[in-house]
T-cell receptor
Framework: KQEVTQIPAALSVPEGENLVLNCSFTDSAIYNLQWFRQDPGKGLTSLLLIQSSQREQTSGRLNASLDKSSGRSTLYIAASQPGDSATYLCAVRDYNTDKLIFGTGTRLQVFP | KAGVTQTPRYLIKTRGQQVTLSCSPISGHRSVSWYQQTPGQGLQFLFEYFSETQRNKGNFPGRFSGRQFSNSRSEMNVSTLELGDSALYLC????????????????FGEGSRLTVL
């Protein structure tokens, strides 16, 4: 059964820092991995989608990498800003069930 | 381009009642999926529809049901509500399926927050 874990559960950093969020999955048989952010009481906003054949994707200050064989993905945020404060979720499309399995999320706070 | 629209945004029901939630996908998107989000269980998959057919289903009791219309709009229904059904219900749409599996990027609505008293 596919399980997705995100470490750390919470993170508080000063503005301007570069930071890395981690996502681990137990079964490497996936179609893709997607990173989202969620603001309190809101829906999810798609950040990056990495297909299983890709190693990384970049959008602005965000860079996501995927190492399928080791079951890991990282989301790198450069020069963090207070507006980056949110919960970040990763999700894998599981090959065996076709279902999207979500991680537990990392709550990020960037203070001025 | 309008995003995914969910209605109602908030609703309060009592135990035993039923509720219907609506989701309008992004124009041109034919795949719609539903998720339940609670503090204890996180985000859990409910079901996925494509071209009016349910193509995948999560591990929820039969009280949870859904459907998709010819214009890709979707509804989900929860009957005989229980306190544990209180949650944020999220709908997501994506462009299409490739080879029968949805490998596309998902776009979420703002959700419908259900409180069961």
């Amino acid at each position: 059964k596919q399980e997705v874990t995100q470490i750390p559960a919470a993170l508080s950093v000063p503005e301007g820092e570069n930071l890395v969020l981690n996502c681990s999955f137990t079964d490497s048989a996936i179609y893709n991995l997607q990173w989202f952010r969620q603001d309190p009481g809101k829906g999810l906003t798609s950040l990056l989608l990495i297909q299983s054949s890709q190693r990384e994707q970049t959008s602005g200050r965000l860079n996501a990498s995927l190492d399928k064989s080791s079951g890991r993905s990282t989301l790198y945020i450069a020069a963090s800003q207070p507006g980056d404060s949110a919960t970040y979720l990763c999700a894998v499309r599981d090959y065996n069930t076709d279902k999207l399995i979500f991680g537990t999320g990392t709550r990020l706070q960037v203070f001025p | 381009k309008a995003g995914v629209t969910q209605t109602p945004r908030y609703l309060i029901k009592t135990r035993g009642q039923q509720v219907t939630l609506s989701c309008s996908p992004i124009s041109g998107h034919r795949s719609v999926s539903w998720y339940q989000q609670t503090p204890g269980q996180g985000l859990q998959f409910l079901f996925e529809y494509f071209s009016e057919t349910q193509r995948n289903k999560g591990n929820f009791p039969g009280r949870f049901s859904g459907r998709q219309f010819s214009n890709s709009r979707s509804e989900m229904n929860v009957s005989t509500l229980e306190l544990g059904d209180s949650a944020l219900y999220l709908c997501a749409s994506s462009l299409d399926l490739a080879g029968g599996v949805n490998t596309g990027e998902l776009f979420f609505g703002e959700g419908s927050r259900l409180t069961v008293l």
